[in-house]
């Protein structure tokens, strides 16, 4: 039976769910809930939970848990999840899984407590120095969320890499009704882990990571691009957005359907790997497409810079990409279709 959940709390429960045993975190808003939560259901289940002394910390403490095998999570906000990003960025040199969580906030510095998608080229192009990649899944509601992190452990052992939930402040403090699945536990052994026994762990050297990074990346790329698709198969126009502006972009395509006109979506799921899979489907199915409208909560565009890398690569690169950037507020449905009809009418230029 479905019951009422804040976005935070369901992330928590989701974890444990998921088999997670060692979170480390430290406040920031708007995801101070998801330890406040965990710092109480934790010892209930026999699983540690720690409040760090700051972010940095955190993170080299599920680098150190995950090494000798343990389900491991941090979570933090924008600022928090920038100090975060030395630590991720080992993770993935020593091919270490991780699960982290992203309640993003609006702007740089400090920023401000407004939901947004600011975030979005920070995280997607790996956060840190070096050339890697973290699987960045982007939900749009409070089951989509628990659905997705129920299955980011199994992921990121599975490549042995850091597995991102970029979630929204809106998202994370919104309540929805949702089913949480049955407890899982991971019965087999990684094979790799520090156990004390002296085991291979199959470090890589040096001289061997460039070729073994870019094989990584390129095999999460071909599997792990996940999107919705709606109502793209005769579409002039397609709007991509993805978390909660998509469901604004949604519910303004089905109004403007209802009147004729032929507009679609595609929903990134996996920001990274980007679902250019999507937009290679479209230019099959969409003959009469006349161009693509990115709708995202940034200030000056993020998300439509990979819909232009994506248009691309599907052929369809001379088709013009337009940009609804709402800033430090969620889409309205209202403000999409208005955008929508600049579009059309030509007084709305394309940003690429």
């Not at 080299?60 to 090494?67: D, E, L, R, S």
């Not at 460039?210 to 691009?225: C, D, G, H, S, V």
């Not at 890398?309 to 969620?330: D, E, R, T």
Request: net charge negative; charged share 25%.
């Amino acid at each position: 039976m479905k019951k009422m959940w804040k976005g935070n709390h369901a992330i928590a429960e989701a974890a444990m769910r998921a088999g997670c045993l060692f979170y480390a975190g430290y406040p920031i808003t708007p995801q101070t809930e998801v330890g406040e939560y965990l710092s109480a259901r934790m010892p209930e289940l026999g699983r540690t939970f720690l409040q760090a002394e700051n972010e940095m910390s955190a993170v080299y403490m599920i680098f150190g848990a995950y090494a000798c095998g343990m389900r491991s999570m941090t979570s933090s906000s924008g600022p928090g999840f920038s100090l975060k990003q030395e630590g991720i960025g080992y993770l993935c040199a020593n091919n270490l899984p991780a699960v982290l969580v992203n309640v993003q906030r609006w702007g740089p510095g400090l920023g401000s407590l407004d939901s947004s998608q600011t975030d979005y080229l920070r995280d997607t192009r790996g956060g840190g120095n070096g050339d890697y990649r973290v699987i960045v899944l982007a939900p749009n509601s409070i089951q989509e969320t628990i659905d997705l992190i129920y299955n980011a452990w199994d992921l990121a052992e599975k490549y042995r890499n850091p597995v991102e939930i970029l979630s929204e402040g809106s998202l994370g403090q919104m309540m929805e009704a949702v089913e949480f699945p049955e407890f899982k536990t991971r019965e087999e052994d990684l094979g790799w882990t520090w156990d004390g026994t002296g085991r291979d762990h199959k470090k890589l050297e040096s001289s061997a990571k460039p070729a073994a990074t870019k094989a990584k990346i390129a095999l999460m790329t071909e599997n792990e691009q996940r999107w919705e698709s709606f109502q793209t198969e005769d579409a002039e126009y397609i709007i991509v957005a993805f978390g909660l502006p998509s469901r604004s972009a949604k519910n303004a395509i089905k109004q403007m359907r209802a009147r004729g006109e032929k507009v679609g979506l595609i929903r990134p799921i996996s920001v990274w790997p980007f679902p250019y899979k999507a937009f290679e489907q479209a230019a099959a199915a969409s003959p009469n497409l006349k161009g693509f409208i990115s709708v995202e909560s940034t200030d000056a565009g993020q998300l439509v810079e990979d819909v232009v890398i994506a248009a691309k690569k599907a052929k369809l690169g001379m088709l013009p990409v337009y940009g609804l950037f709402s800033g430090q507020h969620i889409p309205k449905s209202k403000e999409v279709i208005e955008f929508y009809e600049k579009v059309k009418d030509g007084t709305e230029k394309e940003v690429f």
